[in-house]
């Protein structure tokens, strides 16, 4: 299948800086693409320049096959949802919805059942003589979201669009989000510095940092398998240790924990000089008084501090060659809860070391 | 909290009060003054007007007000014939200066900066010089022999000197020229904070450009509209200078008919009630347009 937006090799500059830099992109009919990155990544540049907001220098944007680089906003099957919703504040907000229709010279029975189907999908078909200022920030939020989906767009383009919400205002969208997209079949990109959001919603997730990308894939696929120590760190608090070539061929030397690993993945495995890092995520690391399972690696130490997090506790642990490892547990049962200065055994498969460009 | 309350209160009190002495020093006084003269009858004295009380004695024992005046403002053609001028004079220069005016300010609402601070200083400039001597420089652009004839018979563009000055559309120009910052600066206020991802949201809603404008840049401009309007069409009607220096014998303009009535006839109880009458005509647009910006206010 065709793609429904590709960018293709586009490039956008504002002065001396690289907003967007040779990127190049497919975006799937239906898909739910997260675009993840910090404040000045790209991503908004990136959204925009699939609205029609901003001209790229270089590259073409086509939508459902069609060039559409230089086409104006108005022209493209897409609609955006702006962070600060952008409703008009003149206008109630049955009239924001009908707004976009009437463009389409869409009027009468027609416009009415297409304003209200779309109210209804966000569940505000009671509040359409109301006007913006009237309405809480998550009712205003659902307005934005009605208007662009009243338009039945090809394409949702939401800018940051949780950003303004509370944190259980937020989970709450977000779920209505996904179910909303399951039900219309409308192909979704979202633009968020959220890594927990990203993950959350998203089919595939774009990891963007300073106009690039760096990786993009399933949100577990990027979790599991970071292919750079930028991309690892988005994604909570990993374990990262510089490694060499181990004396075993198809070993790694992780000098902070003294030990030669088997790695399981990563594009530098592939010959070529051995500098770069492994990455273990805390949560994959088993921790105990005693060794066992023979068949993975592991390392002995002493808990060096405890954090108690609630559902889970982290514990970082010293070991005799000098590093420190960061173990997450599970709360789950009595049997492994460790005090300051235990002595305890950690212990991982060989598929959680992740070898990682430095 | 209460006492804080009560401070803050009188603190406001105080505001309004310092505006309230200020009005009726300025306005109210003035006009009760005036409102006295118009019922009263010329006559060659100092002042030049009857006395509204009769006393005897320093006790006041009876009230000579005449209607007169108001009578002869119904009656005589002249008064009706200045007053509609002035309003359809007025009117005119008031929609020439919005019609100039608006994308001017919204010219220097959207642009960057540096730029936008440049030209609204040059929107200002102007104020830097009296009226009077600015009025005075039109007619030496407009004359026979100005600037403007002059280098239109040296292109050979015109053999014989165009009438410019002393015609309606010298006064319009005056006009125009004279108001159009009050035009410009409440309409730049106002589009400086349009929020530019309404204009976004519209685009992307599928609107054109001209689209947007009429249906979300002009509606939500419109306090600014009214209040621009206002500036330049109420200080318009009773504009005095601009008729008297660039206009001609056929621009019959109620502030002239003030201004003869005043000095060359010493009539001044006929030209106070000119100017009830003239107050009265101008307090009906401001309470419109008050009403329709609490409205607009109102409106949640």
């Known amino acids: 299948m065709s793609p429904v937006i590709r960018i293709e090799a586009v490039s956008k500059r504002y002065g001396a800086v690289a907003a967007v830099d040779d990127i190049s992109l497919d975006i799937r009919e239906n898909e739910f693409l997260a675009l993840l990155g910090a404040s000045g990544c790209g991503k908004t540049t990136l959204l925009r320049l699939m609205a029609g907001f901003e001209q790229p220098d270089r590259g073409r944007v086509l939508i459902g096959g069609e060039d559409m680089t230089l086409s104006a906003p108005y022209a493209r099957p897409v609609n955006m949802m702006f962070q600060s919703y952008a409703l008009f504040p003149h206008m109630t907000v049955a009239g924001n919805v009908a707004f976009g229709l009437k463009q389409d010279n869409i009027s009468g029975d027609v416009l009415k059942a297409r304003v209200n189907e779309a109210l209804l999908a966000v569940e505000l078909d009671r509040l359409g003589d109301r006007r913006p200022d009237q309405l809480s920030g998550g009712q205003r939020q659902r307005v934005a979201l009605a208007r662009c989906l009243a338009k039945r767009p090809r394409v949702l383009l939401l800018d940051e669009p949780m950003a303004a919400l509370d944190k259980h205002l937020r989970e709450r969208t977000q779920l209505e989000l996904m179910a909303l997209r399951k039900r219309l079949g409308i192909t979704f990109v979202l633009v968020t510095h959220d890594q927990g959001e990203a993950m959350a919603m998203a089919d595939r997730v774009a990891i963007m940092e300073s106009g690039r990308i760096l990786q993009i894939g399933a949100p577990r696929d990027l979790y599991e398998r970071p292919a750079s120590q930028r991309v690892a760190r988005f994604f909570g608090d990993m374990n990262i240790w510089p490694v060499t070539a181990g004396a075993t061929p198809g070993t790694l030397f992780v000098a902070d924990l003294g030990l030669e690993a088997r790695v399981a993945s990563g594009s530098f495995l592939n010959g070529g000089p051995l500098t770069g890092a492994v990455a273990l995520r805390p949560e994959r690391i088993a921790i105990s008084r005693t060794t066992e399972s023979e068949t993975g690696q592991g390392v002995q130490g002493t808990v060096a501090e405890v954090v108690f997090l609630g559902t889970a506790s982290t514990y970082f642990v010293k070991v005799p060659a000098g590093g420190t490892v960061r173990v997450v547990v599970q709360n789950s049962d009595a049997t492994s809860v460790f005090a300051q200065g235990d002595s305890v055994h950690l212990s991982w498969s060989a598929t959680a070391l992740t070898a990682i460009e430095p | ?300």
């Open chain 2, 1 to 300: 909290m209460i006492a804080r309350g009560t401070s803050a209160g009188s603190g406001r009190r105080l505001v309004l009060a310092a505006l309230w002495l200020w009005t009726a020093i300025v306005f109210f006084l003035p006009f009760a003054l005036v409102l006295k003269i118009s019922f009263a009858e010329a006559q060659l004295s100092v002042p030049p007007y009857s006395a509204l009380f009769e006393r005897v004695d320093g006790v006041v024992v009876g009230l000579k007000a005449t209607l007169a005046n108001y009578g002869l403002l119904a009656t005589d053609a002249l008064y009706f014939k200045a007053y509609v001028g002035s309003l359809g004079i007025a009117l005119i220069a008031t929609t020439i200066t919005l019609i100039l005016g608006y994308p001017m300010a919204y010219a220097i609402a959207r642009a960057p900066s540096p730029r936008r601070e440049v030209l609204l200083i040059l929107v200002m400039l102007p104020f830097w010089t009296s009226f009077l001597v600015r009025i005075y420089a039109w007619i030496g652009l407009l004359r026979p022999s100005g600037v403007i004839n002059t280098a239109l018979q040296a292109m050979g563009l015109i053999d014989a000197p165009l009438v410019l000055l002393n015609t309606q559309g010298a006064v319009y120009l005056g006009i125009v020229y004279a108001y159009l910052p009050f035009m410009v600066l409440p309409l730049y206020a106002r589009l400086e904070k349009l929020d530019p991802a309404l204009l976004e949201a519209a685009a992307d809603l599928g609107a054109k450009p001209w689209r947007t404008f009429l249906s979300v840049t002009l509606p939500l401009s419109h306090p600014g509209i009214l209040a621009g309007c206002l500036l330049v069409f109420i200080p318009a009607v009773g504009e005095f200078v601009i008729p008297e220096l660039l206009g001609g014998p056929d621009t019959l303009m109620i502030g002239k008919v003030l201004w003869n009535e005043f000095f060359s006839n010493r009539d001044w109880p006929m030209s106070a009630a000119a100017t009830v009458v003239l107050l009265a005509t101008l307090i009906a647009p401001v309470m419109l347009f008050q009403s329709l910006r609490m409205r607009a206010e109102a409106r949640p």
